[in-house]
């Protein structure tokens, strides 16, 4: 447990020091630190959705329990992750483009994935059934996709990491991505470790 801890502190005070360090873009600013956080965390939110939806969808091939356990357990930590992106998106929209993000249509797929997560878990309570609980659990990551595939930035058209031609910047992005993915995993992990502990 101690040595679990030890390793959540290491991967939360390294994103900082990331964060801290992460150099100024010529258009944004400090303000690119923001976009970075709110980058990396949509794109494991929408990672996380869609190993859920691939937990349900084994669930659903192969009858195995454990595998809509697991996918249970990846929305739990897909929900957080997409919260914070939801939150740190309004933030950096706010901040670098002086826009309100609901003007985005991204915001709106951000939402409705977070709306979809709280109606599986409703259908869950509700149901009782494995086989139903497991095609509400694949909706915030199907659904989420198709809206994510119609929606187009408004406020600023480019994504400011692929605009950049600055390897520097796109290898913190990377760094950011992998602390960020890293701290998924293990609250994922410290989930999983939930159902073994009830077996």
């Known amino acids: 447990m101690k040595k679990n801890k030890f390793w959540l502190m290491v ?21 690119l630190k923001l976009v970075y ?9 929408y990672l996380w959705y869609g190993l859920t939806a691939i937990l349900a969808l084994g669930f659903l091939v192969t ?19 997409m919260l914070l992106a939801t939150i740190t998106g309004a933030i950096t929209m706010k901040i670098t483009w002086g826009a309100v993000y609901f003007k985005e249509p991204r ?8 709306i979809f997560t709280g109606i599986a878990y409703f259908a869950e309570k509700l149901y009782q059934n494995s086989l ?8 915030p990551g199907i659904g989420g996709f198709t809206l994510r595939l119609f929606s187009k930035r408004i406020v600023h ?35 999983l470790r939930l159902i073994d502990n009830k077996k």
Do not use: C
Request: charged fraction near 10%.
């Open 157 to 191: 058209p480019q994504n400011p990491i692929g605009e950049s031609n600055s390897f520097t910047l796109k290898f913190w992005f990377l760094l950011v991505l992998l602390n960020l993915l890293a701290l998924s995993f293990y609250f994922t992990q410290r989930e």
């Open 132 to 139: 139903i609980s497991s095609v509400f659990y694949m909706l």
């Open 37 to 45: 956080l709110h980058g990396g965390l949509s794109l494991v939110a």
């Open 107 to 114: 915001f709106f797929v951000m939402v409705s994935m977070l």
């Open 11 to 31: 991967m939360l005070l390294s994103l900082v020091l990331i964060i801290i360090t992460l150099p100024q873009e010529q258009k944004l600013g400090h303000a």
């Open 63 to 81: 009858r195995q329990k454990n595998l809509l356990l697991k996918g249970r357990k990846f929305l739990v930590v897909s929900f957080w992750l």
